[in-house]
């Protein structure tokens, strides 16, 4: 039974950082392509990062949105079967509950088979 669960969210204050986390079981996450996306109140989820397979043509290659790029890092530790969401200098309108998910195949451009439950993420002072 596939499951991911997200963890790390809370409050934090304009230019901080925090650190999500996205436990995986049920599926080794170094064959699939993993991301997050994030919605905020009242508006649609959105996309945030993803990273592909290391087995993929792309070779483990990251993508962002560019409201994150220089920001945010995505990573994974195949090992630990976790995904990672570094996120600096934090403004308020990255205030939103974070979602992990797991892509179909090797690359992003699959489509999304699961989903986390979310991890709040507030920035505010």
């Known amino acids: 039974q596939v499951q991911l669960v997200e963890s790390g969210g809370g409050l934090v204050q304009p230019g901080g950082s925090l650190r999500l986390s996205c436990a995986a079981s049920g599926f080794r996450i170094s064959s699939y392509a993993m991301g997050w996306y994030r919605q905020a109140p009242g508006k649609q989820r959105e996309f945030v990062a993803a990273v592909a397979s290391g087995f993929s043509t792309n070779g483990g290659r990251t993508n962002y949105a560019d409201s994150v790029k220089g920001r945010f890092t995505i990573s994974r530790d195949n090992a630990g079967n976790t995904v990672y969401l570094q996120m600096n200098s934090l403004k308020s309108e990255d205030t939103a509950v974070y979602y992990c998910?797991?892509?179909?195949?090797?690359?992003?451009?699959?489509?999304?088979?699961?989903w986390g439950q979310g991890t709040q993420v507030t920035v505010s002072s």
């Open positions: 998910n797991k892509f179909r195949y090797r690359d992003w451009t699959s489509s999304i088979d699961y």
